[in-house]
């Protein structure tokens, strides 16, 4: 039998650009439409023109690609690229933004095969790849090379004149809501993600002839390490992921920190991120740079805490059952734990936390210098929760077993995230009970705080990453906990009882630089002691131990003076 072969149809191509602006701004800006309709609330008729300049500009953006061999290629790549934005922006509210696309590039495979789901290869059969058959299968008409760039020139002058006309009309009303929602723009497709994607690049290649500028060569150890008579053993924890408020120690009314609480921690319940995403607050944490002056560009060009550490002679590892640490362990000793085979705790190149602590007890155990360890979890990351924690730990039930958010319930979905906290938190007392193991050989300390925090749909939004500007909290607000073995407190004259009552005072991802400082007994130009934390409760070294004058006063409730005490004479305010 013979098949009948349908005639391809026949289409002018600047009817086809028409037609692919029209389908760019209704079928792939569901969230742009959300938030403009919301942002231009009490201006519809501002909106509507505003509208029709967007369609206006995407149609005068399309129709210079319109050359025969270039139009196709160019409109499946555009539509490619916004439905694919498209999908992560309906689905979990994520704006495509520079960040986000250093998040991607940055990412594992392991990471990005939990965003590969059955949902996006839906999504993107019905909005891109069924739109591209089409246009693949229809006949161009084009007119020959002049008459098609005199054409091409008259209907993009005058849709660039109406569209620029249009604005100027609502000039006032278009002006404020693009200023006051810098968000807006962002989410709009295929622009936003295209202009991210460009930013991203040149400021990848701004970075090629990169020169690292050293800090804090003057660092050295001072006379309170040299004093205590065994190695000093800081455990720093960096997070992934964890939200402060679902934490029990800050008020959530689920239990999902026993054994932290059991333990007896000092829990600072007021901090909050430098960034919303791993690739921004983990260089930034570890930054001389407070999150104000903070700048992807000075992180990357300027030394950060390991080497300070380093330049002072204390021994840092970095381990890493993360993503990696975004450049932060390029010069010291690092070593990844996803990669691992045949551990019990892994399974298709990640693993579970615990991977780290059967080597901390071996590293502790054979401690013989002044050392930080930083261990980088994974923590809460998403959108797999239910992967984070073993069979021990889903106490929360049921809980969301897919990466498939939309396919579970809120409750479903917070019982597997509580049940990531609850892991964590038993990480955490690991490590200090680890610490406390080898107390007898060390002196050892942990403070821990997480890189942002998470949406679990609050306002439509999931996992993280919005703009700072427009973060909800439940990214922002980290949580930062400390643990102070008897020995470590003795040798380093930090008092954890005083530190608990300063546990309200704001603290954010600043304090990280300085506090580690401080809890090595490092001195240098760049530590500046009001940052440092846990300043306020340490007793200086000097030769009769006497305290500080602000240590007996916040020991009794009252605000500690950071001003004078021996330290400050030695230990000036950093100078940048
Ligand atoms: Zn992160």
């Given at each position: 039998m013979k098949i009948p072969r349908i005639p391809r149809p026949e289409i002018g191509s600047i009817s086809l650009s028409a037609i692919v602006a029209l389908y760019l701004l209704l079928a792939t800006n569901n969230s742009f439409w959300a938030h403009a309709s919301v942002y231009f609330v009490h201006a519809r008729t501002s909106l509507l023109a505003f509208a029709a300049a967007l369609y206006l500009a995407l149609f005068a953006i399309l129709t210079p690609l319109s050359v025969k061999y270039l139009m196709k290629p160019a409109l499946v790549i555009l539509i490619l690229v916004s439905a694919t934005a498209a999908y992560f922006a309906d689905t979990f509210g994520i704006i495509i933004d520079r960040d986000m696309i250093g998040n991607a590039a940055v990412t594992t495979q392991a990471e990005a095969s939990h965003l590969l789901t059955f949902s996006l290869a839906r999504h993107l059969l019905v909005y891109a790849v069924l739109p591209s058959i089409l246009i693949v299968w229809v006949r161009v008409r084009?007119?020959?090379?002049?008459?098609?760039?005199?054409?091409?020139?008259?209907?993009?002058?005058?849709?660039?004149?109406?569209?620029?006309?249009?604005?100027?009309?609502?000039?006032?009303?278009?002006?404020?809501?693009?200023?006051?929602?810098?968000?807006?723009?962002?989410?709009?497709?295929?622009?936003?993600?295209?202009?991210?994607?460009?930013r991203y690049g040149l400021s990848t290649y701004r970075e090629r002839n990169l020169v690292v500028r050293p800090l804090g060569t003057d660092a050295h150890q001072g006379a309170r390490v040299a004093a205590a008579g065994k190695p000093v053993v800081v455990v720093v924890v960096a997070g992934e992921t964890a939200r402060a408020m679902n934490f029990s120690l800050n008020g959530y009314e689920r239990e999902t920190n026993p054994e932290l609480k059991a333990l007896g921690v000092v829990n600072y319940r007021n901090t909050t991120s430098c960034g919303t995403a791993t690739a921004v607050s983990l260089p930034c944490m570890f930054s001389v740079y407070p999150r104000s002056q903070y700048s992807d560009w000075k992180a990357r060009s300027t030394e950060n805490l390991v080497n300070v550490l380093t330049h002072a002679g204390v021994s840092v590892s970095w381990w890493d059952n993360n993503t990696g640490s975004k450049g932060i362990a390029d010069l010291i000793s690092f070593a990844s734990q996803t990669g691992r085979k045949n551990s019990p705790l892994c399974n298709n190149g990640e693993c579970l936390d615990e991977i780290l602590l059967g080597d901390l007890d071996r590293k502790l155990g054979a401690a013989t210098s002044n050392s930080v360890i930083v261990l980088h979890q994974l923590g809460s990351h998403g959108p797999s929760y239910y992967l984070r924690y073993p069979g021990a730990f889903r106490r929360f039930t049921p809980d969301c077993r897919t990466p498939e958010l939309m396919r579970c319930s809120t409750a479903e979905l917070v019982n597997a995230y509580d049940n990531t906290i609850l892991y964590t938190d038993h990480i955490l007392a690991s490590v200090a009970r680890l610490l406390e193991k080898h107390q007898d050989r060390i002196a050892g300390a942990m403070i821990y705080m997480s890189d942002h925090g998470e949406s679990l749909g609050e306002n439509g939004l999931y996992l993280h990453g919005a703009p700072?500007?427009?973060?909800?909290?439940?990214?922002?607000?980290?949580?930062?906990?400390?643990?102070?073995?008897?020995?470590?407190?003795?040798?380093?004259?930090?008092?954890?009882?005083?530190?608990?009552?300063?546990?309200?005072?704001?603290?954010?991802?600043?304090?990280?630089?300085?506090?580690?400082?401080?809890?090595?007994?490092?001195?240098?130009?760049?530590?500046?002691?009001?940052?440092?934390?846990?300043?306020?409760?340490?007793?200086?070294?000097?030769?009769?131990?006497?305290?500080?004058?602000?240590y007996h006063a916040a020991q009794n409730g009252e605000p500690a003076s950071s001003a004078g005490g021996p330290q400050e004479a030695r230990w000036a305010p950093g100078v940048l």
């Open positions: 084009h007119r020959r090379f002049l008459p098609k760039a005199a054409v091409n020139f008259a209907f993009v002058s005058v849709s660039l004149l109406v569209g620029a006309g249009l604005i100027y009309a609502n000039f006032a009303t278009v002006a404020y809501a693009l200023r006051e929602h810098t968000d807006l723009m962002k989410r709009f497709n295929p622009s936003g993600p295209l202009i991210a994607t460009v700072y500007v427009i973060a909800p909290k439940e990214q922002t607000q980290v949580p930062f906990i400390a643990w102070f073995s008897e020995p470590y407190q003795a040798a380093m004259g930090v008092d954890a009882g005083c530190l608990a009552k300063d546990a309200d005072k704001p603290k954010s991802h600043d304090n990280l630089f300085h506090t580690v400082l401080g809890m090595m007994d490092v001195e240098t130009r760049v530590y500046n002691r009001d940052l440092d934390a846990f300043a306020a409760c340490t007793r200086p070294a000097n030769k009769e131990h006497q305290p500080a004058p602000g």
